[in-house]
């Protein structure tokens, strides 16, 4: 996550600022590059764990002061990416538990629980296209 603000970089001879999410000290906080004396400073901080869905507070304090964001930050469920390709259309059977890619010869199936692919659905050989009836011009 990054984090911007006026004040984050450490004073002349003190110790860096700590940042805390939800109480929680963060992980790793690397200072971003300060562009000069009243600019707007940055920080990249690794967040730590928490309950997805919980806002926290981000508390940021050197030895010139403290202050807190209230609610300042969301934390969120985690996402898994899995490879696949040609996907034309995406759709989640929720009763199931699956999700469904459309491709061009057939649906994929992944299993939400688990996050393993399941066996293809396989489209049937293409019937032959003849045109519509005679009545239907």
């Known amino acids: 996550m990054y984090l911007f603000g006026f004040g984050l970089f450490p004073p002349p001879f003190g110790p860096a600022s700590s940042v805390s999410l939800g109480g929680q000290s963060a992980l790793s ?9 009243g600019t707007l400073e940055g920080e990249l901080l690794q967040v730590p764990n928490g309950t997805p869905g919980e806002s926290v507070n981000i508390a940021v304090s050197d030895s010139l002061g403290a202050g807190t964001l209230s609610s300042g930050y969301e ?23 699956r999700l469904y890619a459309l491709k061009a010869t057939e649906v994929d199936v992944l299993d939400a629980a688990t996050r393993l692919w399941q066996s293809p659905l396989v489209f049937p050989a293409a019937a032959k296209y003849r045109g519509l009836p005679a009545r239907w011009h």
Request: proline share 0%; glycine share 10%.
């Open 29 to 37: 906080v690397t200072l971003l590059n300060n562009v000069g004396l």
């Open 75 to 97: 934390l969120l469920y985690v996402a898994y990416n899995h490879s696949a390709s040609g996907i034309l259309q995406l759709i989640f059977d929720g009763l199931r538990n």
